[in-house]
């Protein structure tokens, strides 16, 4: 049996019509920059995030870079940012010539270990970063109380993390402004690049719509130094169309993770640690085991394909030699590196496929003791 990590072709079928007609009305229209489907895109996903508004942007990266922007954050002061992270978390800090300061992950959840950040908190930081990485949402209340206490900025990057709740609120709703992916792999997926702020701060919201788009409100009046960082009226009827189906396809790979986790609880392997008080969005479902590189080699024997999220940290990757943090320096995100692997958690996954991981997992791990 071959079990694909994703299958974008099958989560598309899936909602072929609604997209194939949203879209055609899109190409249609004759109006293809900004105009209503990206209007009421924004709409929907806020109320979908239980925020006030939505703004849309090029790509997740430029949701972030341009929040920081819009923030205020610059050349001089420091971000908090996680040391076990994709690396866009990382390179919006740098886009504005501002540092990153990373801080370790706890060692169960994978998330930034709030009770580390104050240590890293010095008179230039700005800002702290809150990545709900995996899907998984990060402890929101501790990291607040401690960004209230210092007088900095929380910013959401919530890429991995749409419809994931926090204490029964989505993510989205926590009063933070929060930066979003549409990029084709993520939970909601556009047919190409997409991402997108969501805030209750309409000033806020306004300072990035104009920052989207060569730092003009009024055409032809620039009034700061801006990008062209549009969300396409194309990819936001899609995107419209896709978001109905979200719930259930989030709902599937809850049930994906449930057979996981009941199927691999007495493996000798590492789970996801659910954070408590949250319902994780599953992006992914990433195991650990100091045997990862035979496990994935062995699992692909089995027809299993999987990933490494992420197999260098950001502080290694040559683009960071400059901040001169070597090996040693982030002990625990350097070990999630050498020991995460992902399963296939892919909603369009058959309930045989499931199983066919778990039989090959438990077939490769042998149990605890
Ligand atoms: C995907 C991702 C991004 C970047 O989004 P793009 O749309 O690919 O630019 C940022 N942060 C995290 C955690 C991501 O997973």
């Not at 309409?202 to 990008?227: C, D, P, Q």
């Not at 024997?301 to 502080?315: A, F, N, R, S």
């Not at 400059?322 to 002990?331: A, D, E, K, Y």
């Not at 692997?341 to 892919?346: M, N, Q, T, Y």
């Amino acid at each position: 049996m071959k079990v694909p990590f994703l299958n974008l072709k099958a989560g598309y079928d899936a909602a072929r019509d609604d997209i194939e007609t949203a879209v055609l009305s899109s190409l249609r229209s004759g109006w293809y920059i900004g105009g209503e489907d990206v209007a009421s895109f924004e709409r929907a996903f806020a109320v979908f995030c239980g925020a006030r508004v939505g703004v849309g942007v090029a790509n997740g990266l430029d949701a972030l870079h341009l929040s920081l922007r819009a923030l205020g954050v610059g050349p001089g002061d420091e971000v908090i940012v996680p040391s076990n992270t994709f690396i866009a978390t990382w390179l919006a800090v740098s886009q504005v010539g501002a540092t990153c300061v990373g801080v370790e992950p706890d060692y169960a959840t994978c998330n930034i270990d709030a009770a580390r950040i104050p240590a890293a908190i010095t008179t230039r930081t700005k800002a702290i970063i809150a990545v709900h990485l995996y899907g998984q949402p990060c402890e929101l209340d501790k990291i607040g109380a401690i960004a209230a206490e210092h007088g900095l900025t929380v910013l959401e990057d919530a890429a991995q993390a749409h419809g994931a709740t926090y204490r029964s609120v989505p993510i989205g709703g926590h009063g933070n402004p929060v930066a979003w992916s549409f990029y084709p792999g993520k939970n909601l997926g556009a047919l190409g690049d997409g991402g997108a702020v969501t805030t209750d701060d309409e000033s806020l919201a306004e300072r990035i719509r104009m920052l989207r788009n060569y730092g003009s409100r009024e055409r032809y009046v620039n009034e700061v130094v801006g990008y062209n960082s549009r969300l396409d009226p194309v990819q936001a009827a899609a995107l419209s169309a896709k978001l109905r189906h979200l719930p259930v396809w989030n709902a599937r790979r809850r049930a994906i993770a449930d057979l996981y986790q009941r199927g691999l609880a007495d493996v000798d392997v590492i789970l996801p640690h659910p954070v408590e008080g949250a319902t994780s969005a599953w992006h992914l479902y990433c195991i650990r085991t100091d045997l990862r590189d035979e496990m994935r080699q062995r699992l692909e024997g089995h027809g299993v394909e999987t990933l490494i999220h992420y197999p260098i940290p950001p502080h290694l990757q040559d683009a960071y030699r400059s901040l001169g943090l070597g090996r040693g320096t982030f002990p625990i995100a350097e070990k999630m590196a050498e020991t995460l692997l992902s399963l296939p958690i892919d909603p369009m996954m058959t309930d045989e496929q499931v199983q066919h991981v778990v039989d090959s997992v438990r077939s490769i791990a042998g149990l605890r003791n």
